[in-house]
Every structure is written in C-alpha cells, then in structure tokens.
C-alpha cells in the first residue's frame, strides 16, 4: 500500500515518525550530555573520542534535516558542561597536601637516608609511625570552640568543596568536642566498608541503578551528594590521621597527636605503631600486608611519618609533598589479557609514545583497555639503560600481556606469554617517520625517546601542545577543552594553530563573515562565555605561564619553583635568554634552585634559544600580561624575597635543611654571590664568596645570626 503525502494516513505515519526521530533525538541528547559531564567535570570520559563525536555527528545530521524538532535544550547549543555547582568552596587555611610514594623496599631506605643526611642525623636510628592507607577520600573538619564548623574536601589541596551538611551524617565525626584546642582542622580519610558497599550495590541494582566499581567511588560519590539525606543513607566512616590549622598543639609527636584525636572522640586506625628505624618499618609493612584480606575496607598501602614534630617541622615541605612522610604502595594487583593492537601517539615534545589497545579486562575495580609500552625498546625487551627485561621477551600484537596499575598512573604491561603467542605474530616495526605528519623520527643520542621533528608543523604535536597549554594548570580556560582544541584547530576561518592565537580569537571572529556564534554546536552565548573566559586568561600568574609553555622535564612543581626563584616574567625571560648550557652565573643560578637539574635547565635553555620557540612565545607575550609572583608578605619574615647565598661549613643545621628554612621564609637562595645577592651566611672556611661579597658591598653574617634570624623570624 501507497500513500499520498496529503493523506490521514501519510499524516499519521508522519506523526509516528516525528516521534521516533524526537525519541532519538533524546536518547542521542542524553548521551552526549553524558559524556560531557564526565569529561568535563569528572575527568573519567565514559565512551571513546571515536563515539562521542559520532552521537553528536549524528544529532547534529537529525536536527539539520528536523530543524522543526530540534530539542530546545539540545546539547549541540552547548560547548562542554556547565561548571559544578552545587557546593561553596572552601579555601583550606592550611594547603592539604598529597604524599610520596615508595614501591620497593630500596625506596624506604633511601627515605629514611634523606632524612638523616637532611638532618645531620649521621648513624642515629630515626623513630617513625606507620600506619595503613585508606583508600578513601581525604576531608578536612574544621571545629571552632569545640563545635565542628566546616568539613571541605581535598579539592586541589588548595581549595575544596564545602561538604558540611554531608560531613554531619558521618558516625564517626563527633559534633562537638570536649578539651580540643579552640581551633582544630581534623583531617582523614572518608571510606565505606565492605559490608557497606555490598549492601549499597544490592540497594542500587533495587532500583535499576548502576552498581559503584569500588568502595572508594561508592565513598566519593555519596560524599558530594547534593541531598545530605542521601549521604545519611549511605553509611560512611572516618579514620582520623591528620590535622591541619591549629590553635595549640595536640602533642609532641604524631603519635601523640593522634592519641589525642582519639581520646578526643575521633577514630584512629588500630594497626598504627610507633616503629625505630627501616626494619621496623619494613617489618610492620608486612604484617599489614598480610592482614589486609581481613580488613574491611580497602587500603592501598602503608603511611610512615617521622614521630617528633619538632623534626617534622625542621624538614619541611618539598612543593606539594612533606619531607617527613611517605606512602609505601603494595603491589599492584595484575591480569593477563590480549594485546590486539599497537598504536603510536604523538605527544606535545613530539614524543612517539606506543599504546598497547587491549581487550578490556578490570584491574583493582577499572576497566583497562589501554596500556603504556613506553617506547621502541621496552617493546623489544630492554629498559632505558639498555638491560634486559622480561627475559629479553618482545611485545606483539596478538599476544597474551600481564597487565597492572600502579597508583593512579596509566596501566603497564609487566609480562608476555610466549606460550599463547599465535604463530603468525611479527616483531613491531617502529615507525621512523612520525605517523601524524610523516617528518622524520629520529631518537638522540641518550634518548630512549624517538621524537618527530616536526615542531608546531606536526598537526598531532601542536595539537597536544595547545591541548597542554589550555589544561588545567596552565591557563585553565572554561569551555576551551581538549575537544574545543581540536575543533578549533581544524577550522579553516578560525583557527588555533599556536597559543597566541586564541587571544586573537574574538577579534579574527568580528571580522569572519561565518561568526562562531552562528555555528553548529555554538551560539550567541557560548560564544560569548568563550571570549569572556580568554579575556579573563589575558592575564596569568608567572607560575601557570612558565608551566603552559610544555617544556620538556618542566611539569607544574618546577614552574612554581622558577616562578617564585625569578618573580617576573622579565627576569625569567632574560635569564633563560642568557644563560648557556654547563657555563656562566645564569646558569649557574638556575641549577642551584632546588628542584632543578641539568637536564631540564638545558630543556628550559634550549626553548628559550629555539627559533621558532621563541617566536612562539614572543608572539604569546604580546597578548597577554604575565603576573609577577607572589611573595610571601614581607611583614612576615625579614628575609622574604631577598636573595641568599651560603658558603662554608655550617655547624648547627645541613646546607639542605638552611636553603629549605630560608626558601620557607620567603627567600631565594642561589649558588654564586652576585650584585642581585642581599646576603651571604659564611661558615668557617668560606673562601671566594665571601670575598665577593665584600667586594661588592653585600652584607655578610654568621651562623649563629643566621639562626638568631630564622628562629626569630
Ligand atoms: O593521603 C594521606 C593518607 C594518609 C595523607 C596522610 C596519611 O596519613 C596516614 N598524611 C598526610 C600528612 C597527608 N596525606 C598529607
């Protein structure tokens, strides 16, 4: 049968198929706003980059030819996601840190000889505490007078999430204290129970909800609820280890401190022990090791802590980790699975990095389907020093691969099966020409890396680049993600090919005839908020500038260092114009900042004396205005941003553990006297610096009123 157009009929089957292209419309809609979500505000994409652009290919193919049924909140009117709302932040008084970790035994030794050599200790046996770690979610839980005020999450250790109301249904946190301190910030682990998850699971698969992967994002999850009802629901708990800003101190030692929390009402971990020396250590690990099948929650590992506060405060801070504490990680858990393909990525240095594709296979409670083979070499049976590993066993496709993660970090290929090898499986050819552009990938002399030589002419390199530049903690900018890099770089009226680029943005975008506003996936106001969250990225502190640049062996610590050692964007950028690799004072000062090797000095030289580089970031300089660093106010310390320069013997306290103090008090300590140089600390058989120093009028002191101005300080 035939109908006409006009027809009841035709009208009826018309109107069916309104519905189901409606139908569709919204089941492809919530996909994508999905995705979205996760992405943007979870971090944890759901589905591939592959899937997610052919949901909204197709959603964008169905509206263009149903303008008519477009859904009014359809998701290709918005870039990403809204940011999360819901929760007030919380600015922690005290920065909640994260922790080193240790794999091996070789590892704990060298923590503890750390120590010691940070010290002057020599021989003398350190005491530490050792404790196991929750795999849960660190709060902080701030009381006032004894009346618990504001809980935060860790957030970025700087700034967290108000979970207050949340915090309030958690058993374990007493409401109100008796003899704290005026002000006391608790901190620990949030985590739930075995018994608690599994009851939580079967309660979701009740009601025809997902089931959690892990106690762990079970916790998470119930924590940042919105709805505290539902966080009372869902049973939580708390194990105290930690504090953050106090009115007076709970102890002398942190085992004394966290016998005070629990006398306070606060729930300790029962396994912790005061242990002398790494035997002890390395013994109590063990024990925990063995019993942690027993326990009812997961942990992930063992927490040591140098006992005496007063040491612990001598040692100090590295950037974002305690010298005094370290995370000692069991192994990770492994699983044999297929490699069913290899694939070469890309990265922003260039950097040809082989992935091995994987039949997904779950390891500690995640989905892995990806997993690092690093380079050319670990593929075919040798570390970088050129050792053999895996019994000198090459990687394949087709192969049966041991998989494992350790930490948090991309998963690692441990093993290969040669029996279940097919027979028709090949040594990987690695590519010598980069497979994005086709330049060629050569590997230096020294490096375990083949690199393409592509530069920013490298579509994936520049990509990643920029991809890099808009992260995070570089410029951060909402609504310019990874995906909206991507695009953008693509776009023949208005692209993004280099950083400068995207302050030129709204400018190039008045003078288009097609104007972004008018696109698929954008309108007048994402648009708007886009050019509005650049204007706001024009001007940027020193620190997220210097990280945005993607040098190699820079990461986000190390620009914090450069950032406060140099101040300015003009004293930065002047330095590493001078400064040649292996000679001359500039040099010399950038390798004498703590954190700072030779090898990322020679990278920092090398991009700064670049050609094409250094147009690159001249041409980015030019639209924007880089914030000098932030000081620590001078009215705190006496020797905040001046620069210092110790030489000869110091009797009272290691060179590490002085440069640590003065950088802690706001000072920059550099290796040669210089007139930038405010003051030199002399020890006995100081030499040459100090008649530097008096040459060039630099105030000179001794040790004694060295510590006479640190201890006052
Ligand atoms: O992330 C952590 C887990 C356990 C910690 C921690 C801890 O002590 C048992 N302690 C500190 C001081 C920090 N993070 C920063």
């Known amino acids: 049968m035939t109908t006409s157009p006009d027809s009841p009929a035709a009208a009826g089957g018309q109107k069916r198929d309104a519905q189901q292209i409606r139908a569709a419309m919204r089941e492809l809609a919530a996909l994508i706003r999905r995705a979205n979500l996760a992405y943007h505000q979870k971090d944890a994409p759901e589905i591939s980059d592959a899937e997610y652009d052919a949901a909204k290919r197709r959603l964008l193919a169905l509206e263009e030819r149903h303008p008519d049924l477009k859904l009014p909140d359809s998701p290709t009117r918005d870039i990403g996601a809204p940011p999360r709302e819901g929760f007030a932040k919380v600015t922690h008084e005290v920065p909640m840190l994260s922790l080193g970790n240790a794999f091996a035994d070789d590892e704990v030794h060298e923590f503890d000889e750390r120590i010691r050599k940070f010290l002057g200790l020599g021989d003398k046996v350190v005491t530490y505490t050792a404790e196991p770690k929750i795999d849960g979610l660190s709060l902080s839980v701030r009381y006032e007078n004894g009346r618990m005020r504001v809980a935060a999450t860790r957030g970025d250790g700087v700034t967290g999430e108000d979970v207050t109301a949340n915090a309030r249904t958690i058993c374990d946190l007493p409401q109100t204290l008796d003899g704290a301190p005026d002000l006391l910030e608790?901190?620990?682990?949030?985590?739930?129970?075995?018994?608690?998850?599994e009851a939580l699971n079967r309660v979701q698969a009740e009601a025809g909800a997902a089931p959690f992967a892990n106690p762990r994002n079970a916790a998470a999850g119930s924590l940042r609820q919105l709805d505290p009802e539902i966080t009372r629901a869902r049973p939580l708990r708390f194990f105290a280890y930690a504090w953050g800003a106090l009115s007076a101190p709970l102890a002398d030692t942190q085992m004394g401190a966290i016998n005070r929390l629990a006398a306070l009402g606060f729930q300790t971990n029962p396994l912790t022990r005061l242990c002398r020396g790494t035997q002890e250590l390395l013994a109590h690990y063990r024990h925990i090791e063995a019993r942690r099948a027993e326990l009812d929650y997961d942990i992930d590992g063992v927490v040591y802590k140098v006992d005496d506060l007063d040491l612990q405060r001598r040692l100090g801070f590295r950037s974002t980790t305690p010298r005094w504490a370290i995370a000692h990680k069991f192994p990770a858990e492994t699983v044999w699975t297929r490699l069913e393909k290899i694939d070469i990525q890309v990265g922003r240095t260039g950097a040809l990095s082989p992935v091995a594709r994987l039949k997904p296979?779950?390891?500690g409670g995640v989905v892995v389907s990806n997993a690092t083979l690093h380079n050319e070499d670990y593929i075919r049976g040798f570390d970088s020093r050129g050792n053999v590993i895996r019994d000198g066993k090459d990687i394949r496709e087709g192969d049966w691969v041991k998989v494992y993660r350790a930490g948090d970090v991309i998963p690692k290929v441990a093993d290969v099966d040669l029996s279940r090898r097919p027979p028709d499986a090949r040594p990987f050819d690695f590519p010598t020409r980069c497979p994005e552009c086709g330049s060629d990938a050569i590997r230096e002399e020294g490096d375990a890396v083949r690199r393409c030589t592509g530069g920013m002419a490298c579509p994936a390199q520049a990509m990643e680049r920029l991809k890099h530049f808009v992260s995070r903690g570089a410029f951060d900018i909402e609504g310019l993600g990874a995906?909206?890099?991507?695009?953008?770089?693509?776009?023949?009226?208005?692209?993004?090919?280099?950083?400068?680029?995207?302050f030129t943005l709204r400018a190039r975008d008045a003078r288009n005839l097609t104007r972004l506003k008018n696109r698929d996936g954008w309108g007048e106001k994402s648009a708007e908020n886009l050019f509005r969250a650049i204007e706001e990225r024009r001007r940027i502190p020193l620190y997220r500038m210097i990280y945005a640049l993607g040098i190699r062996h820079v990461g986000e610590a190390a620009s914090k260092l450069l950032a406060s050692h140099y101040g300015s964007w003009e004293a930065f950028e002047t330095a590493m114009t001078r400064a040649q690799p292996g000679e001359g004072a500039e040099w010399e000062e950038l390798i004498n900042i703590d954190g700072v090797g030779a090898v990322m000095a020679r990278s920092l030289i090398a991009a700064f004396h670049q050609e094409n580089e250094r147009r690159l970031i001249d041409r980015l300089v030019d639209q924007i205005e880089v914030l000098d660093a932030k000081q620590p106010p001078a009215a705190d310390s006496p020797i905040a941003g001046k620069t210092l320069v110790f030489t000869g013997t110091l009797e009272r306290m290691t060179r590490a553990e002085a440069k640590a103090r003065a950088e802690a008090l706001g000072a920059r300590v550099a290796g040669s006297v210089s007139a930038r140089t405010d003051l030199v600390i002399a020890g006995p058989g100081a030499g040459s610096k100090a008649r530097k120093a008096a040459e060039l009028g630099v105030e000179v002191i001794d040790e004694d009123a060295w510590l006479a101005l640190a201890e006052g300080a």
């Open 361 to 363: 296979v779950t390891v």
């Open 186 to 197: 608790v901190r620990g682990e949030v985590y739930m129970s075995h018994p608690d998850f």
């Open 483 to 502: 995906r909206q890099v991507e695009m953008f770089y693509n776009d023949a009226d208005l692209p993004i090919r280099e950083p400068a680029d995207i």
